[in-house]
C-alpha cells in the first residue's frame, strides 16, 4: 500500500507562483511513476503533469506547458509541482498519483494510488 500525501497548496494571484509537494510512504518509490491531476468543481479530473521513474520522461498538459515543472527526488520519496503565471483557470484540487508501471502516464487508468488532494486558488 502506498500513501500519498498533499502539503502546501495555497492562495496566489494571477502571475504568480506556488509549488506542491507530494510525499509518498514507499520503499520502492523510486520504481513508480508519478503524476499530478486536477478537478475543478463540476469539471472532469484531468491530467497535469507526470514523471517516470528515472525522471527521465516528462507529460505536459497542453494548458500548464512552460508554466508548470514536474521534479522528483527519489532519495526523499517527493514529488513537486512548481507552478508559475498562475491563472484563475488553474485554481482546482490538485492530486498526486503513483503508478507502479513507472511510466509518466496520463491517464487516470494507469495509477494506483492518489492522494486526498490539496486546494489551489488563485485570484484575478
Known amino acids: 500500500q502506498v500513501q500519498l500525501v498533499e502539503p502546501g497548496g495555497g492562495l496566489a494571484q494571477a502571475g504568480g507562483s506556488l509549488r506542491l509537494s507530494c510525499a509518498a510512504s514507499?520503499?520502492?518509490?523510486?520504481?513508480?511513476?508519478m503524476g499530478w491531476f486536477r478537478q475543478a468543481p463540476g469539471k472532469e479530473r484531468e491530467p497535469v503533469a507526470a514523471?517516470?521513474?528515472?525522471?527521465?520522461?516528462?507529460y505536459y498538459a497542453d494548458a500548464v506547458k512552460g508554466r508548470f515543472t514536474i521534479s522528483r527526488d527519489n532519495a526523499k520519496n517527493t514529488v513537486e509541482l512548481q507552478m508559475n503565471s498562475l491563472n484563475p483557470e488553474d485554481t482546482s484540487v490538485y492530486l498526486c498519483?503513483?503508478?507502479?508501471?513507472?511510466?509518466?502516464?496520463?491517464?487516470?487508468?494507469?495509477?494506483?494510488?492518489w492522494g486526498q488532494g490539496t486546494q489551489v486558488t488563485v485570484s484575478s
Open positions: 498519483a503513483a503508478n507502479r508501471w513507472g511510466v509518466a502516464g496520463a491517464a487516470m487508468a494507469e495509477y494506483d494510488y
Open positions: 514507499v520503499r520502492t518509490f523510486d520504481s513508480f511513476g
Open positions: 514523471i517516470s521513474w528515472s525522471g527521465g520522461r516528462l
